[in-house]
């Protein structure tokens, strides 16, 4: 994670990278799992940029969880988005906290993908949303791969196909869709 160290004064400054299209568009996904004033849970947020867009969209609070101090110290000073120290596979909160969970390009940074699953059944209610953003390993992402692998990153990339038998193995069922040439979605909900 030492690459999320120096790079958090780049992502504090120019990593609000949603548009009010994108970010419309998660919160339609997640509006069936989230109530108004519900619980949202941004894993692996970092500097809180997609937090503070959801917050605003849902009308809930947003707790901003990750690993890097230095990415939660641009998280914007609001009421309605907190930031929270730990990694996926320790969760620091108890069973059943949050409505639904958000991971946007994260979950291949994630050391123990089976552990993290784990945990997100755990702290999300049975019935919630999970929605994940990621990148197909396959095609055009393999030199992305390679360039995370060689920065010391897991690079834990899945297919569609995989990453939606992944999570049906382990208490979370939903479907993948592809959102562009190289990304997809896995929206499902906590068994």
């Known amino acids: 994670m030492s690459f999320f160290r120096w790079m958090a004064p780049m992502f504090g400054r120019f990593g609000d990278r949603w548009s009010a299209e994108t970010t419309a568009r998660f919160a339609d996904w997640l509006r069936p799992y989230v109530p108004p004033d519900g619980k949202l849970l941004d894993l692996g947020g970092g500097t809180g940029a997609l937090a503070t867009h959801m917050a605003d969209e849902l009308h809930c609070s947003i707790t ?37 969970i958000v991971v946007s390009d994260a979950f291949h940074h ?48 899945f297919s569609p196909a995989e990453m939606c038998a992944f999570m049906a193995d382990r208490g979370i069922d939903g479907e993948c869709e592809r959102t562009n040439a190289v990304s997809y979605r896995f929206l499902g909900s906590v068994r």
Request: hydrophobic share 40%.
């Open 110 to 157: 994630f050391r123990d993908h089976g552990v993290a699953v784990r945990e997100m059944q755990r702290v999300v209610r049975c019935g919630g949303g999970v929605l994940l953003l990621e990148h197909d390993r396959r095609g055009m992402m393999r030199l992305m791969v390679a360039v995370e692998k060689i920065l010391g990153e897991p690079g834990g990339f």
């Open 64 to 100: 901003v969880l990750d690993i890097t101090p230095e990415m939660l110290a641009y998280l914007p000073e609001r009421p309605d988005v907190t930031g929270v120290l730990g990694s996926a596979e320790k969760m620091p909160f108890e069973s059943d906290t949050f409505d639904a």
